[in-house]
């Protein structure tokens, strides 16, 4: 049975869409079948971060709601071999709701090793469907006081999920010394065990306009923090890397 992972953060433009692809991107290359599902219901953009933009003709609540079978909804990735999307779609539709959303999180556990969700910022109506029926959960901050704040926040919210971790994105040293802040102290204000840190990369902007896979171009800087959030993800013990 596959694992339903959510990437959340309570925060906007933490980094969610982002780190969603480069972990999916790397678990495919490690020979995982996995299944994105954005949920970022009117601003949906993982497609273009996945270099998938409009492909996708049917969204996940089409397959919530039995309009589309899952298999033929998902849209896979033409270069990345057992990464597919299943994208959001534009409105929240009033009949959709949580139950429904985890019978399609059940029926995609047996297909895909992953289901990796792309949630909403905030804590409205797309997060809650985001997060009803996940396995996982990675809240995604940055060392920013408000960031951290709400991801305190989110973690409250999550209770119901068995393993709640937190990934510390867009890291630079110099002003982390500038702030005398810590990643120790980011993890205890978010009040969550630390899974990965990210830096500051501008290959995440730079393949995100691309439409190409973070780890399209070698593993190094924020490729190579995904890959070990992914290798972590399989169970892996991985150093946490050295940001310079
Ligand atoms: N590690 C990084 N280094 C440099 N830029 C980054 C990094 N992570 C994210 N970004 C940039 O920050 C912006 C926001 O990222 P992203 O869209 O992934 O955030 P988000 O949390 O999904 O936002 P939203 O809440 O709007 O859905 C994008 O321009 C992205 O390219
Ligand atoms: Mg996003």
């Known amino acids: ?34 299944l994105c599902i954005d949920m970022d219901i009117g601003l949906r953009n993982l497609d273009i971060s996945l ?9 996940f609540s089409d397959v919530a709601l039995g309009r589309c079978p899952l298999a033929r909804a998902a849209v896979d990735h033409p270069d990345l071999k057992g990464l597919s999307l299943l994208t959001a779609p534009m409105s929240l539709p009033a009949n959709l709701t949580p139950d429904k959303v985890r019978a399609l999180l059940n029926t995609a556990r047996t297909m895909y090793d992953y289901v990796l969700i792309d949630s909403p910022a905030g804590l409205g109506a797309g997060f809650r469907l985001a997060i009803c029926g996940a396995d ?11 960031s951290l704040r709400d991801a305190q926040r989110t973690v409250e919210e999550l209770e119901h999920i068995r393993q709640v971790h937190l990934v510390m994105n867009r890291i630079q040293v110099k002003l982390l010394r500038r702030l005398r802040a810590t990643i120790d102290d980011a993890m205890n204000t978010a009040g969550l065990p630390l899974l990965g840190v990210v830096p500051e ?44």
């Open 1 to 34: 049975m596959g694992t339903v992972v959510t990437i959340t953060s309570g925060k906007g433009g933490t980094g969610k869409t982002s780190i969603t692809g480069g972990i999916a991107a790397s678990l495919a290359l490690m020979g995982r079948r996995v």
């Open 51 to 59: 270099g998938l933009s409009d492909r996708a003709l049917m969204d």
């Open 136 to 146: 996982r959960a990675l809240v995604i901050a940055t060392n920013d006081t408000s």
């Open 201 to 244: 990369d501008p290959q995440v902007i730079l393949c995100a306009n691309l439409g190409q896979p973070l780890t399209s171009r070698g593993k190094r800087g924020a490729a190579q923090a995904c890959w070990n959030i992914a290798l972590r993800l399989e169970g892996n013990r991985v150093p946490i890397m050295r940001i310079r």
